[in-house]
């Protein structure tokens, strides 16, 4: 009679583990010291976001990873509304700003599916005017962010579905930064 409950909860964990391995990944050093994204606040936000993207590619080419999606999208909107709660940021700050944060999310969905499907210029540009907002990236750091988002949405799209549910995800590492002839 309660299966639903069972179900939820335990999707509900599966997509606070995918969300838990997007923020371990976004924290990489490499992205913020070979590869040029800024170590604040805002970056570690929009590396979270680029992260995010492709695991939401993945998951929503079969209907129960789109289920999932749309759970792992909540976990990682509670996860930032908890941040901001220890940062002391009062309820009525956190309603803006989580507000602001899911319409920046969507457009920068948007913006890297547009890069992934238009070529590696425009994905450039999405990236660059996103992730690398506040920053003076080189050439070869945005090339190489270009790659990793190639790389990761590779091979997200090879892991087993049934990994997905249960939580389990594999992130390639970032790649190397080599300046451009």
């Not at 990236?127 to 949405?153: C, F, G, I, S, W």
């Amino acid at each position: 009679m309660f299966g639903w409950l069972k179900k939820k909860s335990k999707n509900q964990s599966v997509a606070a583990d995918l969300y838990r391995s997007i923020v371990t990944q976004s924290r990489q050093p490499d992205f913020f010291a070979r590869l040029g994204v800024a170590d604040t606040i805002e970056g570690r936000f929009d590396l979270i976001l680029v992260n995010a993207f492709v695991v939401f590619r993945r998951l929503k080419q079969d209907q129960a990873g789109r289920d999932l999606a749309q759970q792992v999208f909540d976990a990682m909107f509670a996860g930032l509304d908890q941040n901001m709660r220890e940062m002391g940021i009062g309820d009525v700050g956190i309603l803006k700003r989580v507000r602001k944060m899911s319409e920046s999310y969507h457009g920068r969905i948007v913006a890297y599916e547009e890069g992934l499907r238009d070529g590696d210029d425009a994905l450039a540009a999405a990236l660059n005017r996103n992730l690398y907002a506040d920053t003076e990236v080189k050439p070869e750091q945005l090339a190489a962010m270009v790659r990793y988002v190639h790389l990761a949405d590779a091979a997200l799209a090879t892991q087993k579905s049934e990994d997905l549910m249960k939580g389990i995800i594999a992130f390639p590492d970032a790649p190397e930064c080599t300046p451009e002839n």
